[in-house]
């Protein structure tokens, strides 16, 4: 038996622009039935869910893909905790918190996890999918909840007997309700003495003494992290607390974020970093679904266990699986040199200075079908260094042998046009084979954004649309600053084996910066390393090999990596745990075996 899930995309509902087909053709309203009608309120379409028979017709002649129809288990009807509305996002079950542990939310954008969070920090009181009544309290919830540890726990939160602190995803919401400078925000919200030890640890001496509307976006999210440590709370959410930040940083906010658990407290993160996630977590719940459409959360799982699930795209416990691939990690991509003999592009001793900043990059090529990866802190210069390679900056000295065509996807993405994705990809000159263009955007599931407005597109959206027009440039080399930032997980692993992938089968080449190391291991052939002083001077080595590279820069880092044995994929150890300290002592840093 199965439950009907039908869900309508606002935004790409366009009833003046299209023939209402999913009304005309829809067999239920054929037979006489209104299944689908256009609600004279909003103007969109409106599907009864009970008169649905599932044919899917309606999703295939609808000009604007705006329409999803799924069939669930007849038995998640009954764990149904929240719709938004007729044809909405709907949530499935909650996840399971622990004292004294990290609880990581690991799944897709689009599958509810700030749902969850509002919810059980009590932001959101959660109506089983009534959406039509207004729930004033919570006691259908804790009815639903009887015999249960839930009903406890949404008992004390009626009552106000549960603290709770959020770091929200959007941190840069703050310069809109704080004025002041980051020490004003941390000491107006220091409940426990600790503002000054975190000030220490997150590098944030510098950043309190700035108005927050002055601080990077790595300060920013820094600043928001200690702010909310500081309250005394019993329950912690993190919700994406790795962005903007460097590795070195993003390691720093795990380890205080451990801390935080190990002295008692309760702490849930949401991260799309599964390097960091693997790190700092002890349990994961795992989320799946369609993104936009519904959400449901499984059964608590131990993290090496929870992350292979995910990346397994199916739950044995729960015999579900939610996606039709595994992704598979090849280790001999680890440890195999890449060799080509054909340079494409040679760069001397390369030298930028500023007023108060100067960087200095070490001599080096690229070749046909490599990608180099460049990794380091923060404010040394790896954008200066691309951007002189590309051509958007000049050196003081040196020079970079631009025979070849560029395509340069920056840092900071702007979604300022009230253009739809379609009319700028058709903008784009790029004189590829259409096989070319159809794996890009394919792979990057562009199409299904034809019809979004640029400045109605979500960060993630925007990412995967910066990168779909790069690589469409007919090229030789692509270079892109960043472009993980704003996508989930599953996104980041697609573009790493469709990048490598694109880049050998065409013989192209590809430099690209990143903070996210699940990410530079997957892709790079060779490696650059940033070091220095940030925002004084940086340096970059030459490219360096993969293993050399990896071993020095997690030595920086003070971490090591290891395969895991089932699914291959890299994971961190826990800091001074058996293998960390054999790793360590071997100076094999970069997987033992």
Request: glycine residues 6%; aromatic residues 8%.
């Amino acid at each position: 038996m199965t439950h009907r899930v039908a869900v309508l995309d606002k935004d790409l509902c366009q009833p003046k622009k299209c023939g209402l087909e999913c009304i005309k053709y829809c067999p239920v309203n054929k037979s006489g039935l209104d299944c689908i009608t256009l609600n004279d309120n909003i103007k969109k379409a409106q599907i009864d869910e009970d008169l649905c028979n599932g044919c899917g017709i309606c999703i295939k002649v609808c000009p604007f893909d705006a329409i999803t129809i799924v069939n669930l288990a007849s038995e998640l009807s009954e764990h149904k905790i929240h719709q938004y509305d007729q044809n909405s996002f709907r949530l499935y079950k909650l996840p399971i918190l622990k004292k004294g542990e990290v609880t990581g939310l690991l799944g897709r954008n689009g599958m509810g996890k700030s749902t969850v969070i509002n919810i059980m920090s009590g932001k959101l009181i959660p109506n089983l999918g009534n959406y039509h009544t207004q729930v004033d309290d919570w006691q259908n919830i804790i009815k639903y909840y009887k015999g249960t540890e839930f009903k406890s726990y949404f008992e004390k939160l009626r009552e106000k007997q549960i603290k709770i602190s959020i770091k929200p995803q959007q941190v840069y919401n703050l310069l809109e309700t704080f004025r002041g400078t980051g020490k004003e925000l941390i000491e107006k919200y220091d409940e426990t003495g600790m503002s000054n030890h975190l000030i220490k640890e997150l590098n944030l001496k510098r950043s309190i003494e700035l108005n927050v509307n002055e601080l990077s976006g790595g300060e920013l999210q820094r600043l928001v992290i200690a702010t909310s440590i500081s309250k005394d709370a019993d329950l912690y959410f993190f919700d994406e607390p790795s962005s903007y930040n460097d590795i070195y940083q993003r390691t720093k906010v795990s380890r205080i974020i451990r801390d935080l658990a190990r002295s008692g407290k309760t702490v849930m993160i949401v991260e799309h970093d599964v390097t960091l996630l693997d790190y700092i977590s002890d349990y994961i719940d795992v989320m799946y679904g369609e993104p936009g459409s519904y959400g449901i959360v499984s059964g608590i799982l131990s993290t090496k266990v929870g992350i292979n699930v995910f990346l397994d795209g199916y739950l044995p416990n729960e015999n579900v699986r939610f996606r039709d691939k595994k992704f598979i990690f090849d280790p001999t991509l680890a440890v195999n040199e890449f060799h080509s003999d054909e340079i494409l592009m040679e760069y001397s001793n390369l030298f930028k200075s500023y007023k108060k900043f100067s960087v200095e990059i070490d001599k080096g090529n690229i070749k046909r079908g490599e990608i180099i990866g460049v990794i380091g802190a923060n404010a040394l210069g790896k954008t200066t260094m691309l951007k002189m390679i590309t051509g958007n900056v000049k050196p003081d000295h040196g020079e970079a042998d631009r025979k070849i065509s560029i395509s340069y996807k920056p840092q900071y993405l702007t979604n300022s046009v009230d253009v739809d994705v379609l009319t700028i990809i058709e903008k784009i000159n790029n004189n590829i084979d259409g096989n070319e263009e159809k794996q890009i955007l394919d792979s990057l599931k562009i199409k299904k954004l034809y019809n979004k407005s640029i400045n109605n597109l979500s960060g993630g959206e925007l990412q995967k649309v910066a990168i779909a027009t790069t690589l469409l440039q007919k090229v030789d080399l692509f270079a892109l600053d960043e472009p993980s930032a704003f996508l989930d997980v599953e996104d980041r692993i697609t573009v790493s084996k469709f990048l490598q992938k694109f880049v050998r089968d065409y013989g192209k080449a590809a430099i690209v910066i990143d903070h996210d190391l699940q990410l530079i291991d997957l892709i790079s052939d060779s490696i650059v390393i940033f070091d220095g002083v940030p925002n004084i001077s940086g340096h970059a080595t030459t490219p360096l090999s993969k293993v050399y590279a990896m071993n020095k820069f997690l030595k920086s880092l003070d971490i090591s990596f290891r395969r895991d044995e089932n699914s291959k994929r890299p994971r961190v150890n826990k800091s001074n745990s058996r293998l960390d300290k054999q790793q360590k002592r071997n100076g094999d840093l970069y997987y033992m075996n």
